[in-house]
C-alpha cells in the first residue's frame, strides 16, 4: 500500500484518540510502519481533539500531517477546518447527523454516515467512531476487515470485555451502510 | 524475535530505564513528559523500585543526587521548566562526577510558555544550564524506538563517563505512538569504587561534594573533568546521515524537526534539488567531524529548529563557516511543515541563504 495519512478531528469524548488507535493497532497487526500522534492540551470533554496515523509500508517520515488522504470528521469545526487539506482525490468521512452541510468540493470522495444517530439507535451511543470506522474499512480494501476483532480485544481493557462484541457491532454497521 | 509493540515515546522511556537497571526515579508531574512518572509509579514497585514524586522539582534532583552518590541507576524526568528549576542540582551532579539520567521533553519557552512541542532548550542542555564549566552527555531521539535505545545508551554512558546523560526530547516525540521492539540486550555494570555504599569498618569513607574551596585544587579538579570531556567528544558522537552521498545542500536537524526535514528532503530530490540530511543524534558531543566533512562538499547548510535558532551556532563552528548556513525554524510550539522547509531548500538551491 501506499503511504496513508489519516486525519480524525472531532470533540474530545467522542473516541478521536480510540479509533486512532484502532487503525494504529490495525496497521501494526499488518506489519505496516505506523505513527500515532495525538493532539494534547488542556483538552476536555467537549473540547476539540484530533490524532493522526500514518500508516506505510516504509518508514514514516514526519507524523504531522498537513494533508490528509482520508480526514474523518465528526463535528463542524473540525470539517471546516481540515476539508481544504485533504489531497486531491482523498477520502472525506463526516458523521452526518452532526454535520448539516455538504462538502462542496469535488475532487475528494465523501461519504456522509449519520453515525452518532445510528450509534444512538442501536443503544451504543458511544461507539459513533468505530461506525465510522467500519466505512473506512470498507472503502479502504487495503486497510481490510480481516483480525479486527482481535484488534478490538487488544484495545478493550479486560474489565469492560463486554464492549468487545459492541465495538465489532458498530464496526459492521459502518461495514454495511450505504 | 522480540514482539512489535505500539507505546508513546514517553512510555518507552520508562520502559527502557527499568530495562536498564534503573530502580530509582524522583520526579514531579509537568506536560508533556508526566506518561514517564505514571509508568514508574505502575511499574517500579514491582521490581523492587523506588518511585517518589517529590515535593517539587528542586527537591527531586536533589534526590537524584543522593541516589546517584550511592552508585545506584537513578533518573528524573521534565519538562521545559521543570528542567530550569532542576539546574542547580544539575550542576551540583556535575560537579561531583556522579552519573544519572535526566530527561528532557521541551515544550515552548521561554518562561511557563506553552505546552506544545520545541527545541529551544538546545542551548540549555548543550551549553550549561546550571553554573560552571561542565558538561552533559545530550542524546535526541527521533523516534519512539530512539526514546528507548538512547536511554539505554544514556545509562551506559553516564555509568562509563561518571557523567549526567540528558534526553532531549519534545513534545511530539513524547507523545506520540510508534511500533517499538525491545531486544533482550545484556546490561554492562562498572566499577564504582567512588560509591557510597557504607565502608563496613573495612576502607576509608568515600565522600562525594562538589565544593573546593581552595582554587588550585578546583582548578585541578576542572582541568581533569575536561580531559574525561575530550576523550567524550573523541569517542561518543553519534549522527545519522541521508542522502548525503551527493548532496549540494546539507540539512541539518534533530529529534522531531529530523522527520519534518526527511519528508522535504526526499520531496526536494523530485524536484531535481540534491539535498541530504545530518541528523546528530548526539548534541553534545556535537557530531563536528561529520559537519566538516560535509562543509567540503555541499554549497550550503539549512538548520531545522524548533527554536529561534541555536543549534545553528554548533553548525556554523563545526563547518568551520566556510558555506553558508540558512534557517529554517518555527517557535512557541509550532513545528514546520515539509513544504517550509523545501521552500528554504528552493531557496538554498538559488544561492538564497
Known amino acids: 500500500m501506499k503511504t496513508t495519512q489519516i486525519l480524525i478531528a472531532g470533540f474530545g469524548g467522542q473516541g478521536v484518540l480510540f479509533a486512532g488507535k484502532f487503525l494504529a493497532y490495525k496497521g501494526l497487526m499488518e506489519d505496516l ?7 494534547y492540551g488542556p483538552e476536555m470533554r467537549g473540547g476539540t ?27 463542524l469545526p473540525s470539517l471546516q477546518k481540515y476539508v481544504d487539506a485533504v489531497v486531491p482525490g482523498g477520502q472525506i468521512y463526516l458523521d452526518s447527523a452532526l454535520i448539516d452541510v455538504k462538502v462542496e468540493r469535488t475532487d475528494v470522495e465523501v461519504f456522509y454516515i449519520p453515525a452518532t444517530q445510528m450509534a444512538k439507535d442501536e443503544g451504543i451511543a458511544t461507539l459513533a467512531n468505530m461506525i465510522l470506522i467500519g466505512s473506512v474499512l470498507q472503502n479502504n480494501p487495503e486497510l481490510s476487515f480481516e483480525g479486527t476483532d482481535t484488534v478490538v480485544s487488544k484495545l478493550v481493557p479486560p474489565k469492560k470485555a463486554a464492549l468487545v462484541e459492541l465495538n465489532m457491532k458498530a464496526l459492521n454497521m459502518g461495514k454495511e451502510y450505504k | 524475535m522480540a514482539e512489535r509493540v505500539l507505546m508513546k515515546g514517553n512510555e518507552a ?6 530495562r536498564a537497571g534503573c ?67 544539575l550542576s551540583y551532579i556535575a560537579g561531583s562526577d556522579v552519573p544519572a539520567l535526566v530527561v528532557n521533553v521541551q515544550r515552548g519557552g521561554p518562561g511557563l510558555g506553552g505546552i506544545q ?14 553554573h560552571g564549566d561542565y558538561r552533559m552527555i545530550v542524546l535526541a531521539p527521533a523516534s519512539v524506538q530512539e526514546m528507548a535505545s538512547l536511554t539505554m545508551k544514556g545509562f551506559d554512558l553516564a555509568d562509563k563517563y561518571n557523567m549526567i546523560s540528558m534526553i532531549l526530547a519534545d513534545g511530539t516525540i513524547g507523545q506520540m505512538m510508534e511500533p517499538i521492539t525491545f531486544e533482550d540486550a545484556e546490561v554492562a555494570t562498572y566499577e564504582k569504587p567512588w560509591a557510597l555504599t557504607g565502608t563496613e569498618g573495612k576502607r576509608k569513607h568515600n565522600i562525594v ?19 574525561k570531556y575530550a576523550i567524550v567528544e573523541e569517542n561518543e558522537p553519534m549522527w545519522e546521515e541521508y542522502m548525503m552521498e551527493d548532496a549540494e545542500i ?33 548534541l553534545w558531543p556535537f557530531p563536528k567531524k561529520a559537519l566538516a566533512a560535509a562543509a ?23 563547518s568551520g563557516c566556510k558555506k553558508p548556513v540558512a534557517l529554517c525554524n518555527r517557535a512557541g510550539g509550532m513545528i514546520p511543515s515539509p513544504d517550509e522547509v523545501l521552500e528554504s531548500l528552493r531557496k538554498a538551491q538559488k544561492g538564497e541563504y
Not at chain 2, 42 to 59: D, N, R, T, W, Y
Not at chain 2, 209 to 227: G, I, M
Request: aromatic share 8%; charged share 20%; hydrophobic share 40%.
Open chain 2, 250 to 282: 546539507c540539512v541539518v536537524a534533530f529529534g522531531i524537526a529530523s522527520r519534518v526535514a526527511k519528508n522535504a528532503v526526499v520531496a526536494a530530490r523530485a524536484e531535481g534539488i540534491k539535498a541530504g540530511l545530518i541528523r546528530p543524534i548526539t
Open chain 2, 209 to 227: 561534594n562538589s565544593l573546593y574551596l581552595k582554587p588550585d585544587e578546583l582548578e585541578a579538579k576542572n582541568f581533569e573533568r575536561f580531559e
Open chain 2, 13 to 18: 522511556i520508562a520502559e527502557a530505564a527499568i
Open chain 1, 33 to 39: 510502519q505506523v505513527s500515532w500522534l495525538p493532539s
Open chain 2, 23 to 89: 530502580r530509582h526515579y524522583f520526579g514531579y508531574p509537568i506536560t508533556p513528559q508526566t506518561e514517564i512518572a505514571a509508568y514508574m509509579a505502575k511499574k517500579l514497585p514491582k521490581v523492587g523500585g523506588i518511585f517518589l514524586q517529590a515535593e517539587s522539582e528542586i527537591a527531586s534532583i536533589n534526590m537524584v543526587y543522593g541516589a546517584a552518590a550511592t552508585g545506584t541507576r537513578v533518573m528524573t524526568s521534565s519538562s521545559s521548566p521543570g528542567i530550569s528549576l532542576k539546574s542547580e542540582g
Open chain 1, 49 to 75: 481533539a484530533n490524532c493522526s496515523v500514518v500508516l506505510s509500508e516504509t518508514p514514516v517520515g514526519s507524523p504531522i500531517i498537513s494533508n490528509p488522504d482520508v480526514l474523518i470528521a465528526m463535528n
Open chain 2, 117 to 130: 512541542p520545541s527545541q529551544s532548550d538546545y542551548f540549555q542542555a548543550t551549553k550549561g544550564g546550571g
Open chain 2, 296 to 318: 567540503e562538499k555541499v554549497n550550503g547548510f539549512v538548520s531545522v529548529e524548533l527554536s529561534m535558532g541555536q543549534m545553528i551556532e554548533d553548525v556554523r563552528l563545526a
